[in-house]
Structures are given as C-alpha cells and as structure tokens.
C-alpha cells in the first residue's frame, strides 16, 4: 500500500518525519504572522520595536524600513525548537506617494529535520513622530550644558576648535550624538541641550578630562506631576574651559614651563630648560601660573666672553650682556631664545 499523508491523505508525496511535505511545513510555519507593522520616524528613520525607538545609522528610508521589517518579524515569530531560520531576505514592495517604502516583502527560509522551505510574509509600513524628534519639536530638554572660557567668553579661535572637535566627543562620551536636541552659540560659549541629565553629565564629564575644564552643576524645580506629584527638575552643568591653553608659557615652583594639554584632568607641561614632562594634579593647578607676555621677549644669542653672554633683544633691536648662568646651557651662538623675566629672574631658554 502506498504511504499516505496521515493529516491530508496525500498520497505518492515527500515525507518528513510522518507528515507530507505541506502538512510538515505548515505545522511548523504556517502560524507565523503575515501582515506585520512597522513604524517608522518620519523625521529620523528610526523604527519602533515593541515601546522602543531605535536609531538606524545610515539614514536610508529603504534600509530602515528592511532593518525595521526584519526586526519585528523576529519578534513576533515564535517557531518549535527543531526548527531554525536560515536566511530573511526583505525587499521594499511599494512606495508611497512621498517615495517612501509602504510595503516590505518578506522572504524567509526555515530548516528543519534536513528540509528547508522558504515563506513569504508583508509588512505595511507607517510613519509616526519618534519620543525624539516629538520633544525637540516640543523644545523639551532636561539638562543644559553651557561650555565657557576662563573669563566667560571663549576666543573665536577657542570656540572653532572646540566645536570640531564637539563631534569627537559624541563620539567618545555619547556614542552618537541622539541625545542632543541643539547646539548654539550663546554669550561668547556654546550651550548645548541634552534630553536626558545623564547624558549630559557623561559629556561633561568627558569634556573636563579631555580639556580640564571646571565643572559645576545647578538644578531648577520646572514642574510637578499633577497626577504623582513627582517633581521634574532641570539641570544646567557649567564647563568652564581652562585659563591655560596649549603653547601658553607658565611658571611653576620658580620653573618655566610650556603647556602641552589636558590628559585626564590633569595638566601636562614641558619643562623649557630640561625638556622633561610633568603632569600638574587639579588640586595645584592654581599654582602654575601663565607668565605675561610684556615678561617674555625674543632674543638672539650672541657671543660668549668670560661669564656673561651677549644677547640681542629681537623686538628693541638692543644687545644686553647678561651672566652665563642666565642662559639655558642648550642654547649655542646664533641660536634663537626667549629671556623671560620670572619675578624680577631673568633667564633666557630655547624658543620652540
Ligand atoms: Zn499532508
Ligand atoms: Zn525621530
């Protein structure tokens, strides 16, 4: 007698296991949704997967509403465990009047007992405002993190530099940037919005290892739930970037001194006579102090004669003898130096 499917009664079929090829693969797959829903952002492209938005990299409508596609079919599919899927293909179906995808094809190859099948599931695609782009519309914000020079204004040459190197930031404190509802240019500084204090206080936090700026945070009660009574506060971190600045020339404990940079709230010098490094901790940083540049001058050495050494002051156009100890050993005939006058010392090292 020929074998016949216990379930359809098919006979003269493929069998797997004891079913025929159809009835096999419609107990395992058959329950799978069709029809899924994607939503999408219309202004950012992230899609929703169950009550989360999640931001897509590349900002391509095709490609979100793929990831999106795929993404919610997993989460919706449940299949038996002797059965795995190989591969998901999805290709946008149709597009809406605005160009942008409408219906996803999905096409999905299952395995099971050494058989595969391939199935092929919709989604419809729909746009909705993401909680995102719904509270920069709104203006919301939770934290304000207002970046200043030592003296309140940041140079024009400060704020270029550091609004280029903004976008490093994101990129090391942040990740990405998706927290950030504005950026603009406020009295002389930069303020920035955050949606959310904690990111606000990790970007700052970065931005004073990486420049040793100052920290210092405030709260303001914005509002209380009517229905919790749960009060919402709204935060501003001042970053006060540092006095000091690469390149600037500094005295400490009766040294000179040129900056090198922050590393890790710590300041870096380079000593201008012996060329070694040091790392000042914040708590002395008020002692290194930035020597006034009418104590600075540009010199030419000249010849040695017995202890003292002839130099020519660049900027006066005059020759002043001053005694070899004052002269940085490194320094050789014709070679060009900068004597500064450290509280009432004078001492001539190599300009760099
Ligand atoms: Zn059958
Ligand atoms: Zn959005």
């Given at each position: 007698m020929d074998r016949f499917c216990p379930k359809c009664g098919a006979k003269g079929k493929n069998f797997i296991k004891n079913l025929c090829e159809k009835c096999f693969w419609e107990e395992k797959v058959s329950h799978i949704p069709n029809n899924l829903r994607v939503y999408l952002c219309r202004s950012c492209l992230s899609y929703l997967q169950g009550k989360r938005w999640i931001r897509i990299k590349k900002k391509d409508p095709s490609l979100a509403a793929i990831e999106g596609a795929i993404k919610e079919f997993q989460r919706n599919t449940k299949i038996p465990?002797?059965?795995?899927?190989?591969?998901?293909?999805?290709?946008t179906a149709e597009w809406n009047k605005s160009g942008l995808p409408k219906k996803m094809i999905l096409d999905i190859t299952f395995?099971?007992?050494?058989?595969?099948?391939?199935?092929?599931?919709?989604?419809s695609v729909?746009?909705?405002?993401?909680?995102?782009?719904?509270?920069?519309?709104?203006?919301?914000?939770?934290?304000?993190?207002?970046i200043r020079g030592d003296e309140g204004q940041l140079s024009e040459e400060k704020r270029k530099t550091l609004e280029s190197s903004i976008d490093k930031f994101y990129r090391t404190a942040l990740k990405d940037r998706s927290d950030i509802t504005e950026i603009k240019e406020k009295d002389?500084?930069?303020?920035?919005?955050?949606?959310?204090?904690?990111?606000?206080?990790?970007?700052?936090?970065?931005?004073?290892?990486?420049?040793?700026?100052?920290?210092?945070?405030?709260?303001?009660?914005?509002?209380a739930d009517r229905m919790t009574g749960k009060r919402h506060y709204r935060i501003t971190i001042s970053?006060?970037?540092?006095?000091?600045?690469?390149?600037?020339?500094?005295?400490?404990?009766d040294r000179i001194f040129k900056v090198l940079g922050h590393h890790r709230g710590k300041l870096?010098?380079?000593?201008?006579?012996?060329?070694?490094?040091?790392?000042?901790?914040?708590?002395?940083?008020?002692d290194v102090a930035?020597?006034?540049?009418?104590?600075?001058?540009?010199?030419?050495?000249?010849?040695?004669?017995?202890?003292?050494?002839?130099?020519?002051?660049l900027e006066e156009k005059r020759f002043l003898e001053l005694p070899a100890e004052k002269i940085s050993n490194?320094?050789?005939?014709g070679d060009e130096g900068l004597l500064i006058n450290l509280n009432g010392k004078e001492k001539v090292v190599r300009r760099q």
């Amino acid at each position: 007698m020929d074998r016949f499917c216990p379930k359809c009664g098919a006979k003269g079929k493929n069998f797997i296991k004891n079913l025929c090829e159809k009835c096999f693969w419609e107990e395992k797959v058959s329950h799978i949704p069709n029809n899924l829903r994607v939503y999408l952002c219309r202004s950012c492209l992230s899609y929703l997967q169950g009550k989360r938005w999640i931001r897509i990299k590349k900002k391509d409508p095709s490609l979100a509403a793929i990831e999106g596609a795929i993404k919610e079919f997993q989460r919706n599919t449940k299949i038996p465990n002797d059965t795995k899927i190989l591969k998901i293909e999805c290709n946008t179906a149709e597009w809406n009047k605005s160009g942008l995808p409408k219906k996803m094809i999905l096409d999905i190859t299952f395995a099971s007992e050494g058989a595969s099948t391939s199935l092929k599931r919709e989604a419809s695609v729909e746009y909705a405002t993401c909680n995102f782009c719904q509270s920069v519309a709104d203006g919301k914000y939770e934290a304000l993190v207002q970046i200043r020079g030592d003296e309140g204004q940041l140079s024009e040459e400060k704020r270029k530099t550091l609004e280029s190197s903004i976008d490093k930031f994101y990129r090391t404190a942040l990740k990405d940037r998706s927290d950030i509802t504005e950026i603009k240019e406020k009295d002389g500084g930069i303020d920035i919005k955050f949606l959310t204090s904690s990111k606000a206080r990790l970007f700052a936090k970065k931005l004073s290892e990486i420049m040793g700026a100052d920290l210092k945070e405030s709260a303001k009660l914005v509002g209380a739930d009517r229905m919790t009574g749960k009060r919402h506060y709204r935060i501003t971190i001042s970053v006060k970037l540092p006095a000091l600045e690469p390149g600037d020339i500094v005295s400490f404990k009766d040294r000179i001194f040129k900056v090198l940079g922050h590393h890790r709230g710590k300041l870096i010098l380079e000593d201008m006579e012996d060329h070694k490094r040091r790392s000042i901790p914040q708590n002395v940083i008020s002692d290194v102090a930035k020597i006034d540049k009418a104590d600075i001058k540009r010199v030419t050495i000249g010849t040695r004669s017995q202890n003292s050494i002839t130099i020519l002051d660049l900027e006066e156009k005059r020759f002043l003898e001053l005694p070899a100890e004052k002269i940085s050993n490194e320094l050789k005939e014709g070679d060009e130096g900068l004597l500064i006058n450290l509280n009432g010392k004078e001492k001539v090292v190599r300009r760099q």
